[in-house]
């Protein structure tokens, strides 16, 4: 392995990910799929900001027990409510109190369990407002998409803005299928998570074109290779800044999911922590295995791309055959075919993979 | 681009124009003392409630409606005596933010939207009778305001009155009936015309005829209202002092007298925001805190009202509010202003009771079966314009709905706090670890880069803390938390360019450093632009919290770009002038080892 990291550590590594994008498709269509269908089956467990709900906290005294609090606010509102513990302190989850059940909820466990009357935390959401939250998200969404279409069309061009947007989709969608399937609750906390992942992914997507659009900018004129190869070289160079730039941006992150889990429960920064967390390693692998296999099945439908991947074919199929005749001739390995032509060769080596 | 020569003649004057900035920020935030930003309610304790506007159309509201529904809200918040709350629009919805808990009471008031009734005026005195000098207690004409001793702003009004017909003495506090009476004009029938005049001046005389006598039952105009018989005297005495003396007050609840007699509607809370028993006479102040009145059950719903616009009397080019009714509301109307026109002053006026005071009093000049109304006064555009919606409305311009309610008590609030800034320091401390580790010498400019990042971003938070309101909150501390890794990632761009460029091998380090800077600087922008386009997106259409972080992510991908300019790029300038890194020291991160050999795909690179 020390093999490995030290070629990682030097940047000297060299991976198809383009020519491999059936693979990637497949894996991605596949865990869509799942993910899809872990939203239809098991739907996603919604925070009680999307129900309406009241959330209490307070310290956790010594001595106090779930089944102690779960009595004492059940004798007030008349139902089980959820009560978890939070770092240092219980969360109770009920139905939507008024301000009155409220202050009464909170003189009680007061009460009960020596705590200030004001130190008992308390909010109350309306049942509507997650639905708005929600509703407000989705145009955030709609109208990010469309600014990041047109910027990235300005900056770059149309089909990487595509891909990048398809990448996108494809991170919102497995995000919401990793939370499915687990039943992390998702809270307005999670969808602004969700709506950060967006710039993040798009993030490493854009270096990544950065450097494609370099490295094809003088690319045709000699048929050396196709725009696939070009790309996938251009992401090789690459892939050292993407898993750079990710993991510095994941750490911080897990510092927070870290923090916020152990020392805090659940919250605001859990939540939050949480999704961009899973995001942004979803991200990582789409600006990757999706954005740029996605660019490049795009930009080889382009006549000028098309003609020259024939053109770098038909090379390459010559020199197949000199290299062949050579080895007739003379029995010599194709080693001792030199200079510009032993890059062929590896090129052409490297597409059979 | 520029020559090399001038180029890394620069890198010094750079870095001082940025030490320059961070010591202005610096110097700032030493002289405001402002060394601790201010903190959010959830992390310091506090409760905040956000109100949803609720519209009839599912449009969005106004901004001129919200702006106005916020001031109102704001008046109600300070009204009930709760000291540092503050009221603000974000995009939509009304945030009200109350440092410390069991607020909830107070917050019940806050955002209901009040109904209009009217009812019959039964008893109306100016609003205090404290005994007073003349020319303390003498109000200046500002309604609305809350009523304060201001002698110099009291002077004015105190000598304009005295023009008025039988104004003397007792104009004093009635002189605010009467600025209320002024403002406060006749409804008429809407297809009169010609009688604004008379109108007004009726309101006038009505006002003070109410605040006075009542038609001469006992004392003269001038004997009841605030004492006015003996102005140079203090005067204490009970007759003068009793607000309803010479007022007619059968059929009124006795306890309602007691309650007229004690009721201060000069105090900040004159009962804003009271929900009023339709079926009961009450006890209410005015508006604007200058008159008190006994009024009767209500006769006619606000929800009666079809409509209130306001415009120009054509022929007078005069402010007018036209009010129409529905049918049952338009009987309701017609029946009440049949009864009580022909009465004695105050009871011929009828007051329109909104969120627990009386916003206008008008006198019924005749009876109005029309079902439809013209308030004329002393309006303007503006005042015109609020008397309308109010009417249509209610006392808020908009109807709101509570979306939510949050209260945070201290030590949560601590906790939040410490969670955050213990994740921050966390997250930046396996950012410098894995900076370090992995670039070891480059990583080194990398952290400084951080560190210089952190601190123009304590100074600037510091000091928009101070001078613009910002409060530092939860969502802030993780939108700057995960920047760090936008920081980061600047860095990573440029160093990656800097080290493909030595790879390419034919250029020395200082070279490959501007190379590296121009190409790495374009990719920098293009993706500090992709998440500064997140964060304002994500500010302008998000709801509580969002916008928070999202304002701390645009804040540090701008932040990003200073440091990268200013610092990174300048201090790389003058390392690659250093032997340690120019002859790729084993721990410089740029040494020949570290590069490995060039890899045939980068051949072809190089050659294509």
Redesign the interface.
Known sequence: MPGVIS?L????I?IDFVGKRRLWYGLSAFLMAVSILGVLIHGLTLGV?FQGGSVL???RTPGSSVEQVRETVRDIVGHDPIVQEA???WRVTTQSLD?DE??KVQTAVAERFGVR??????????A??GG??AH?AW??LA??ML??ML??SV?FEWRMALAAIVALVHDLVITAGVYAWTGFEVT??T??GF??I???S??DA??VF??IK??TG??GA?A??TYTQ?AN?AL???L??SL??S??????????L???TT??GA???KD??LA?FVGMVVGTYSSLCVATPILVTLKEREPKWRALAKRVAAKQASAAKAAAAAVRDDGAAPAAVAG?R??TI??AKRRKR | MAPPKSSQSRPGRTLLTLLALILAMGATVALQKAFVPKFGL?LAGGTTV?L?PVTLDGKAPSQESLDRAVNIIRARVNGTGISDAEVAKANENIVIQIP???Q??A??LVSTTAELRMRQVLAMAPAKMEPQQLPTEAPAPDPGMSPSTMPSAARKPSGAPSGGPGATASTTPAGRALASALTAPTPSPAARTGHRAGARSGAKGGAKRGAGSDSGSEGGPAADAGGGATPSAPPSPESADDPLAGQDTSGIDPALLTEFRKIDCTAKNRGQGAQDDPDKQIVACSDDGTARYILDKAAVQGTEISGATAGTDPTTGEWIVQVSFKSKGASQFADITRRITSLPAPRNQLANVLDGVVVVAPTIEEAIPGGSARISGSFNQVTATELADQLKYGALPLKF????????????GQ??L???L???A??????VI??LL?YRGLGVIGVASLGCATIVTYLTVAVISYNAGFRLS??HI?GL??S???T??SF??YF?RV??EI?EGHRTLRSAVEVAWR?AR??IL??D???F???V??YF??????AG?AFA?GLTTLIDIVVVFLFTKPLMTIAARLRFFAKGHKLSGLDAE????T???????Q??
């Open positions: 070629r550590y030097r940047g000297d060299d900001e906290d307070f310290a770092g240092r302190n301000g409220v202050s009357q004001e130190q008992v935390s308390s909010q109350v959401i309306g509507t407002w708005e939250v407000k145009i955030g109208v990010f600014a990041i910027y990235l900056a307005p906390a969808m602004l709506l950060t967006l710039g993040y798009l993030y854009v270096v950065d450097m370099e490295v003088n690319l000699s050396k290779m070009a070289d090789s160079h690459t050292i800044r750079n730039t993991l510095t941006a994941i750490l911080p992150v897990a510092a927070i870290f923090v916020g020392l805090l919250g605001t920064l939050l922590s961009l510009s032993n890059v590896t090129d | 959830d956000t949803t410390g808990v069991g909830s009471e917050l019940k709905k509570q979306g939510s309610v949050e209260s945070v008590s201290s030590t949560l906790d939040q410490r969670g955050g213990i994740s921050g966390l997250g930046l401390l396996v950012v894995y900076l992995y939860l969502p993780v938390v995960v760090i890794g936008i980061a990632d990573i761009v990656e080290r493909d790879k190409r374009r990719t293009v993706a632009a992709v998440m386009i997140a964060a997106v994500l259409l998000a709801v509580g919290g969002v972080f992510m570290r590069m490995g050999r890899s045939p795909a980068e051949q072809t690179l050659e294509a």
